[in-house]
C-alpha cells in the first residue's frame, strides 16, 4: 500500500538537544512538507520541498533544519535553537495541485 | 500572509443536529481544500473546490465555495457521533503548491 510513514510516534527531549523526526512516502510524489500543530493553532508550515535537493523555509522556519537528498524522505531535524519545541509535527506529500496525504504524526515533548 | 479566517472555532451539537463550518478570505482564492482531524489522528483529505458556485454533496456533508471565491461552508447534515472532530480548510497561497490552513473548527457531537 502506498503511503507516508512518520517515526517515531512519541519523541523526547532533552533541553540542548538535537532530535530528527523522520517521513518516507513511496507515493511518487514530488512536493513534501513539514507542518507543526499547536492545540488552537491550526497546523503552520515549518519546511516545504518542492523537488529533490531544494526547500524553503515556511512560517516558522527559526529551530528547524531540513533536508531532501532522496525523493521519498524529508526528515525534519528540531534543534537546540527552537525553544518551545513541544508540538504534535506532521508530514505531508503532494502531486503537483494535488490533495495532500499526511503521516500520522510525531508527537514531541521536552522533558 | 494569505490566511482563511474559519468560524466558529468550536462547535457542540447533538447528534442529530446539523452543523456547519465556514471560511473566508479577503482576496479571491484559486480554489480551496477541506480536511478532517479526527481526535488523536491526522488530517484527511475530503475535497477540493475550485470554480465559482461550485457545490459538491459527499453523503450528508455538503461543500459550497461562493460566487466570488472568496469563502466556503462546509455543512453536515443529521451529525452521528462518527462526524466528530476538526474541519479545516486550505488555499493555495501564491503560485507555490503549499497549503495555508485556517484554525479549523473542532465539532463535538452528544450523542
Known amino acids: 500500500d502506498g503511503g507516508i510513514t512518520q517515526s517515531p510516534k512519541y519523541l523526547f527531549r532533552k533541553e540542548g538537544q538535537n532530535v530528527t523526526l523522520s517521513c518516507e512516502q513511496n507515493?511518487?510524489?514530488?512536493?513534501m512538507y513539514w507542518y507543526r500543530q499547536d492545540p488552537g493553532q491550526g497546523l503552520r508550515l515549518i519546511y516545504y520541498s518542492q523537488i529533490v535537493n531544494d526547500f524553503q523555509k515556511g512560517d516558522i522556519a527559526e529551530g528547524y533544519s531540513v533536508s531532501r537528498e532522496k525523493k521519498e524522505s524529508f526528515p525534519l531535524t528540531v534543534t537546540s535553537a527552537q525553544k518551545n519545541p513541544t508540538a504534535f509535527y506532521l508530514c505531508?506529500?503532494?502531486?503537483?495541485?494535488?490533495?495532500?496525504?499526511f503521516g500520522s504524526g510525531t508527537r514531541l515533548t521536552v522533558v | 500572509g494569505q490566511q482563511v479566517m474559519q468560524i466558529p472555532q468550536y462547535q457542540h451539537v447533538q447528534e442529530g443536529e446539523d452543523f456547519t463550518t465556514y471560511c473566508n478570505s479577503s482576496?479571491?482564492?484559486?480554489?480551496i481544500q477541506w480536511y478532517k482531524q479526527r481526535p488523536g489522528g491526522h488530517p484527511v483529505f475530503l475535497i477540493q473546490l475550485v470554480k465559482s458556485g461550485e457545490v459538491k454533496k459527499q453523503k450528508r456533508l455538503t461543500f459550497q465555495f461562493g460566487e466570488a471565491k472568496k469563502n466556503s461552508s462546509l455543512h453536515i447534515t443529521a451529525t452521528q457521533t462518527t462526524d466528530v472532530g476538526t474541519y479545516f480548510c486550505a488555499e493555495t497561497q501564491g503560485g507555490s503548491e503549499k497549503l495555508v490552513f485556517g484554525k479549523g473548527t473542532k465539532l463535538t457531537v452528544n450523542p
Open positions: 482576496t479571491t482564492l484559486s480554489n
Open positions: 507515493l511518487n510524489h514530488d512536493a
Open positions: 505531508a506529500s503532494s502531486i503537483v495541485a494535488g490533495s495532500y496525504t
